[in-house]
């Protein structure tokens, strides 16, 4: 006798059936995560190790406090509020500097390009020997420096080991790209000023703040130091509240914060300041300020500065901002503390620095809001031209192996994907699998700066300790031993430090600890 089964019956019916079925199909994979099998004896199971550590996530350099569970390190956070330059805080980059720990799509293995023109997955041993083979018969041809490297950011003690390395070897010395380099500003400060060195700013000093484009609240500069004098400067007290204007093209985190927000175009940064210039040397407020303005002549370079980019020009660039950005150089006369800084993003990057640096000396805040310190901290970063001039000659074939750490210059550099296809080969020492990993010839993985030992110069001119807080990935610990790598290459390899150096090419475990200091 069958059963009658009616349609609400049906329903209940089906939707158990597929609800079963989606379960039992779709169970994800079961993930893990295991305990030292021997764990130190220091450390007690279930609970939280803090060690003291520098983060490396930009040049900066904070101090930071890295929590770690049975041997991982699980959360990263401000050192306490003693600390000099970071006063305990953390930025957002560098707290989400485990997620680059952990990123499961972080490379683990070599890779080598086949005969069909791929990328496919090889030995420890087979890569050094393609490394090997590559650089050592481009270095015995003794035909100048075929072989440069390209390096990002990478620690201190990484480059000034890859320095010396490059001095041993004959190699061409290493190429510094990054994004938001101060060397810039550092050129734009020796032809005003003659001075050596990156200026610092002083936020907390300063009445009103005049951003150009400068993102000093995200990426730009030391976010940390920089909110921190912020806050203060935009506090009330004794009697008075800075006031802040961002200028840019975006009303980024940075414009949210500060009283007001002036559309400026991408790369309008010099014609801006040259019309807030003019603002400040003839608008009502420049008369009643001539005691304390300092006049233009006595900088030798201020008046070519200033007419190599006409105001008519300037101010046709800007449209309808430019009445505004007048009467914001007026205002600047009439504060008491002004501060002007750009990004300094572009090809006008050092025309935009030096044009604020001359803004600055005119207000009479050279020493004040912006201090030149002795000795200057060189910037970091190779000029913009220094990285053009090395892909320039690896179109030209005068480079024929460009050896690449931590940099991404296929995505950061307009038509740099089309010269790297041109080079005879390509080595990538990298984390992720990145646009310049993909057009390389061999890849290999490195470790993390949360699994390197090094120092770092920090931006308070004081050198901080790198410590090593977790073990590299065991992934990664197959290889044959480093002074096999690439030995016995080159006219300098019967050296005793030659060579030998240059199994740090691929820095697995980073490099000596540099002098105590704040972490």
């Not at 390009?113 to 003794?142: I, M, P, Y």
């Not at 980024?252 to 175009?265: G, R, V, Y």
């Amino acid at each position: 006798m069958s059963r009658h089964v009616d349609r609400r019956e049906f329903l209940r019916i089906l939707a158990t059936v597929g609800a079963g079925a989606a379960v039992g199909y779709n169970k994800p994979k079961p993930q893990y995560l295991h305990a030292n099998f021997e764990p130190p004896e220091d450390r007690a199971p279930g609970s939280f190790v803090l060690y003291a550590t520098t983060c490396r996530e930009c040049p900066a350099g904070c101090g930071v406090w890295a929590r770690t569970l049975e041997g991982r390190a699980v959360k990263l956070e401000g050192n306490p509020p003693e600390h000099p330059l970071s006063h305990g805080a953390l930025c957002a980059r560098g707290q989400a500097a485990v997620q680059s720990l952990y990123n499961p799509d972080r490379l683990t293995k070599p890779l080598a390009r086949g005969d069909d023109g791929q990328l496919h997955e090889v030995s420890w041993d087979e890569a050094f020997r393609r490394l090997n083979q590559s650089v050592t018969q481009l270095l015995a041809d003794g035909r100048g420096k075929p072989v440069a490297w390209l390096i990002g950011e990478i620690s201190d003690s990484d480059a000034d080991l890859l320095e010396l390395l490059s001095r041993e070897t004959d190699m061409r010395g290493p190429v510094n790209l990054r994004l938001l380099a101060k060397t810039p500003l550092a050129c734009a400060a020796q032809n005003l000023f003659g001075y050596q060195g990156v200026p610092e700013l002083q936020l907390e000093a300063a009445d009103l703040i005049v951003a150009l484009e400068a993102d000093f609240a995200e990426s730009w500069g030391n976010p940390v130091a920089q909110i921190h004098g912020f806050t203060r400067a935009h506090a009330y007290r004794d009697g008075r509240l800075a006031r802040a204007v961002f200028v840019g093209p975006r009303q980024s985190t940075t414009a949210s914060i500060c009283d007001e927000w002036i559309p400026l175009a991408p790369g309008r940064e010099a014609a801006a300041l040259r019309v807030m210039i003019e603002g400040m040397l003839h608008g009502p407020a420049a008369r009643t300020a001539t005691g304390r303005m300092a006049p233009p002549a006595e900088i030798a370079a201020a008046g070519a500065l200033l007419a190599a980019i006409p105001l008519a020009e300037a101010e046709q660039a800007l449209g309808s901002s430019s009445a505004t950005l007048r009467k914001l150089g007026e205002e600047l006369t009439a504060a008491k503390a002004p501060l002007v800084f750009t990004s300094g993003l572009g090809p006008d990057a050092e025309p935009a620095h030096s044009l604020a640096l001359l803004a600055m000396h005119l207000l009479g805040q050279t020493g004040r809001t912006v201090r030149f310190p002795s000795p200057g901290r060189p910037p970091r970063g190779s000029a913009i031209e220094e990285v053009r001039n090395l892909l320039n000659d690896v179109e030209s074939g005068a480079v024929e192996a460009l050896l690449v750490q931590e940099a991404n210059p296929a995505f950061l550099l307009p038509g740099a994907a089309e010269t790297l296809q041109k080079a005879r080969f390509i080595a990538c020492f990298t984390m992720q699998f990145d646009e310049t990993a993909a057009l390389a010839h061999l890849v290999l993985p490195i470790h993390h700066s949360l699994e390197n030992w090094g120092d770092h110069a920090a931006a308070d001119q004081t050198r901080r300790r790198a410590a090593r807080l977790v073990l590299p990935s065991r992934l990664l610990l197959r290889r044959p031993r480093r002074r096999q790598a690439l030995s016995g290459c080159g006219s300098n390899a019967s050296s005793s430090s030659s060579l030998r150096w240059l199994t740090t090419i691929s820095p697995i475990r980073g490099a000596t600890t540099g002098p105590r200091g704040w972490s």
